[in-house]
């Protein structure tokens, strides 16, 4: 195995001179959905490393032979116990954080009822208000912007999908920048969010 740029290729890339096989590393994508009944919205609080402890909306990564909806309803239901239909899920966020190779899907999903529970990654799951939301205690930026956009959207009763690009400062500070939206009154903008 060596580390090089292969034949009309731009990128370095783990090649096996001896087969010619080129090995692509491409990014993760992880997909999950923002699940809400009435005015609140269910989160997990982790039970697994990375940031154990801290409450997250039910995501993971997508397995091979999985659509991006499948995976979400999946982790819904292995994170939460909660059953999400297809048809009443709509893609809501989406997320490049090309520093760390990974794209976030989220999918706003209405919940049917209050029957879930907390699976083996999650410590506990609960239905919770914006005024219940543990802000300080959130796993990660994409969650912290998502649930931002979700409470906003509800003021305004219209829930755009928008996409944003999640890079880090010269300061090291975690910036989400907006880069589309399905709703034309959005402007293109920084959005600050938690590291």
Known sequence: MVHHIPPGDDKLRYCC???????????????GTLPVLGDRVL?????????????TLPAGFLENGETTLQGAIRETLEEAGAVVLPEDCSLYTLFNLPDINQVYFF?????????????VESLEVALLREDEIPWDELAFSVVRVTLEQYFA?????RFPVRM????????????????????????????????
């Not at 982790?46 to 154990?52: G, N, T």
């Not at 959207?153 to 009763?157: N, Q």
Request: aromatic share 8%; hydrophobic share 35%; proline share 8%.
């Open 17 to 31: 001179l001896q087969c010619d096989v080129v090995f692509y590393e491409n990014p993760r994508n992880i997909v």
């Open 43 to 55: 989160l997990c609080r982790r039970a697994i490393e990375p940031r154990y402890g801290l409450w």
């Open 107 to 119: 999918f706003l999903a209405t919940l049917r009822h209050e029957d879930f529970h907390p699976g």
């Open 153 to 157: 959207d509800r003021r305004d009763t």
């Open 164 to 195: 944003f690009d999640l890079r880090h400062t010269p300061q090291r500070q975690l910036q989400a920048t907006l880069t589309s939206s399905s709703s034309a009154s959005d402007s293109i903008i920084p959005v600050p969010a938690a590291s």
